[in-house]
């Protein structure tokens, strides 16, 4: 009767969650954590958007399975609760798929390793389509290329 029972249960952060104008920390699970000492913990991913913090842990795995594409990315962004946007340093944004993602991740990191895709002037790859990808350069690789080889001034 004269007894206090206390359990602790230690969560690991997975992820920043990003909604709104405010920044949490999640667990495995989506559940957040707290928001204290959120600099301890830039190393962590960058989930954006309703519903990210409930799929963050599937994505995050299958990212893990591909360390060049995971070192390089920034952020993940969630659209309309259903795909993941992939933003890169360098400012590449990589739409990903609804159904078949990890099939489109590990394309991509085949793709990149064949063609250096994530570090091409490259602002956009769709891959929401699974027979084909689209290709978006920057302004400047566009440019370029209209001018062509003789023409650049």
Do not use: C
């Amino acid at each position: 009767p004269n007894t206090l029972i206390v359990r602790l249960q230690e969560r690991r952060a997975l992820a920043i969650w990003q909604r709104g104008g405010s920044f949490d920390l999640i667990d495995q699970d989506g559940a957040v954590i707290g928001t204290d000492g959120l600099s301890r913990y830039g190393h962590l991913l960058v989930v954006v958007g309703e519903g990210a913090e409930r799929e963050a842990a599937h994505l995050i795995g299958l990212l893990e399975k591909e360390p060049a594409l995971r070192n390089r990315l920034e952020a993940a962004v969630r659209v309309g609760e259903r795909r993941w946007n992939l933003r890169f340093k360098g400012g590449i944004d990589v739409r990903l798929p609804e159904i078949d993602v990890a099939e489109a991740v590990k394309r991509l990191a085949e793709l990149d390793r064949q063609y250096d895709l994530i570090g091409a002037d490259i602002r956009l790859i769709d891959l929401r389509q699974k027979d084909r990808m689209v290709v978006q350069p920057t302004h400047e690789a566009a440019e370029r290329r209209r001018l062509g080889p003789g023409d650049r001034t």
